[in-house]
């Protein structure tokens, strides 16, 4: 049975997919907003409803440990990237 998408949900899904299928999580706003243009963006809610949902992932970053190296600590960005189940659930609702 096929997983059932708001359009808020497939609008963020599609993100995903126009940005090569993953983003950094910096790039997604807490909060659902609005364009100039009265377009709906997606906020991090959606995507932890989509993660929930199996349908992207989030990476879990884990700080460098480089004992006197000037980047000891540096943590990278998480990132969220589309899973093929959520690229399927995208396509069967296009």
Do not use: W
């Not at 997606?42 to 440990?65: I, S």
């Not at 190296?69 to 189940?85: A, K, N, Q, R």
């Amino acid at each position: 049975m096929p997983v059932m998408l708001s359009a808020i949900e497939r609008a963020a899904l599609q993100a995903l997919v126009s940005e090569g299928g993953s983003m950094l999580v910096t790039m997604i706003s807490e909060r659902n907003e609005r364009t100039v243009f009265g377009d709906v963006v997606a906020g991090m809610n959606v995507f932890r409803r989509l993660e929930k949902k199996g349908l992207l992932y989030f990476t879990e970053e884990e700080p460098l440990d480089l004992p006197g190296d000037p980047l000891d600590g540096f943590t990278y960005t998480p990132e969220v990237y589309i899973t093929d189940e959520g690229r399927v659930a995208l396509a069967v609702h296009s």
